[in-house]
């Protein structure tokens, strides 16, 4: 902190607040049918203001009160939330409630000020956490109570501006997906590519001549181990454009593997190992990677190739069937058994139009259709992929179809990595906001308020009755009105 305007001081966060450390009331006292009262552990329970129950608890140990501000102090230290009604807190907690009238919003913003210094006050070797002396002798600069009604109403008023734009950048992202389903949508019911089907007529083969050529190599080449898929459902299928036809995705897949259930190690030496996590929004990311070390050269058969389309085969509901393209650009990889590697002739169907499909609209309900449920996971299996109806078209088609998918996504990623500037300029702007409010310079001065060092006298002598009355060991002041104090 720099210089303060007149009629500020510097105090410790203590001086001005009664901090209640969390604790963990016993185990059998949780529940989750709503009897005692609301129990909160961390910040896994906060919202944007105010912290959502998960559990309650008959056996609280340490309470916050209604318009107590939380704060986390262990894995992460610092978030904030306002509690919303009374509540037992865990000792993942801690509630801060100001005194003397020093109001909730006051203290809550006082403290995301802060927020980073508190965080690097954090210490501990298996996860960051902070004591209650370090939070008591936090350094806060403290202004005159009038003062403190104004810089609240005016991070109320530019907050509310800012939120507004906000979450305005947050429909925009919801909106982005949105118009990737829709283009995924329209170009598997033929509708990206109809004007180029029109100017092509003569030139486009049917898709039923296409399989027909299909079907007669894989008899040549499988012999007796060829086998026909089962006809397709008239009602599983989109409505296709004449020259498509409906097929089974087994009936264009040369291999379908199952990858390697070998053990990899996080140290970074060896081969990376592909998992589940490393398919993201239909690519292939190398982040949080794990690898082999030994000799792997006993993992060549699961050595992915050009073209490889990665299926997730097992993981939340929501998430399998998460599908990306290997291409031979990528560092060299191996992967692992959630995933199946599918192989198509290239020169019959193209990788990505396989891999966008499987992530469209009709790809993510057949898979809903065909999920089993595994120990709290969803699994589809290489038997229900290949069963799989896909659309089959021209392969010249498919090419125009990839550019059209490519070239909407690019517009779309190009949005979205603006939004995402835009959203962490707005974080910036709101750090801004706070630090020129706690510097004394967001609001003018008035000369005619209290100055702060005679509030702080008065929350001492309130601290030394309330001691008296109650007892040496009991801390548990009275707060004052803010309105005895604010004009």
């Not at 006082?110 to 006050?121: Q, S, V, Y």
């Not at 379908?256 to 053990?263: I, N, V």
């Not at 449920?373 to 078209?393: D, E, H, R, W, Y």
């Amino acid at each position: 902190m720099g210089e303060l305007p007149h009629g500020w001081i510097r105090t410790r966060l203590g001086e001005i607040a009664e901090v209640i450390l969390g604790q963990s009331p016993p185990s059998s006292s949780y529940n989750e049918d709503r009897k005692g009262l609301p129990f909160y552990q961390g910040k896994l329970e906060f919202g944007r203001l105010h912290p959502t129950p998960r559990k309650w608890c008959t056996a609280s140990k340490k309470i916050a009160q209604e318009g107590d501000v939380l704060i986390s102090v262990r894995a992460p230290v610092g978030p904030t939330n306002v509690c919303p009604a009374e509540s037992c807190i865990g000792r993942g907690l801690a509630a801060i409630r100001g005194l003397g009238g020093i109001g909730t919003l006051f203290i809550l913003y006082l403290l995301r000020a802060f927020e980073n210094e508190i965080a690097r006050k954090g210490t501990g070797t298996t996860f960051s956490a902070i004591g209650g002396d370090q939070l008591k002798k936090l350094e806060v600069p403290l202004p005159p109570l009038n003062e403190q009604v104004r810089i609240v109403a005016k991070l109320e008023e530019l907050f509310a501006r800012l939120d507004a734009g906000v979450e305005g950048l947050r429909k925009v992202k919801a909106q982005l997906k949105c118009y990737r389903q829709a283009v995924l949508k329209y170009a598997f019911e033929g509708k990206l590519t109809e004007e180029w089907r029109k100017t092509h007529e003569e030139q486009i083969e049917p898709a039923s001549k296409l399989l027909e050529r299909i079907k007669q190599e894989r008899k040549e080449k499988l012999g007796t181990k060829y086998k026909e898929l089962p006809p397709i459902d008239a009602s599983e299928p989109p409505k296709l454009p004449e020259s498509w036809l409906s097929i089974r995705l087994g009936e264009i897949s040369e291999r379908m593997q199952y990858g390697t259930s070998e053990k990899a190690s996080p140290k970074p030496s060896g081969i990376p190992v592909l998992r589940m996590g490393n398919i993201q929004e239909g690519k292939i990311v190398f982040d949080g990677l794990k690898y082999f070390h030994e000799d792997w050269s006993q993992l060549n058969e699961f050595l992915l190739n050009d073209g490889d389309v990665l299926f997730n085969r097992t993981n939340s509901a929501e998430l399998v069937g998460k599908t990306a393209v290997y291409r031979e650009h990528l560092p060299k990889a191996v992967f692992a058994s959630y995933l199946i590697r599918v192989q198509t002739d290239k020169t019959v169907y193209i990788p990505e139009i396989l891999s966008f499909f499987i992530n469209s609209f009709y790809g993510r309900r057949y898979i809903s259709s065909v999920v089993s449920q595994q120990v709290g996971q969803a699994n589809v299996n290489g038997t229900k992929l290949s069963l799989m109806p896909i659309p089959l078209m021209q392969h010249q088609e498919q090419i125009v179809i990839q550019q059209e998918i490519e070239r909407c996504f690019s517009i779309a990623d190009e949005m979205e990595e603006a939004t995402k500037q835009s959203l962490k300029q707005a974080e910036l702007l709101r750090q801004s906001i706070l630090k020129v409010a706690f510097e004394g310079k967001l609001v003018p001065q008035d000369p005619d308020d209290e100055p702060a060092d005679k509030l702080l006298e008065r929350i001492k002598e309130e601290r030394a009755i309330s001691k008296g009355e109650h007892g040496k060991n009991e801390n548990k002041p009275r707060q004052l009105e803010l309105s005895n104090y604010v004009k």
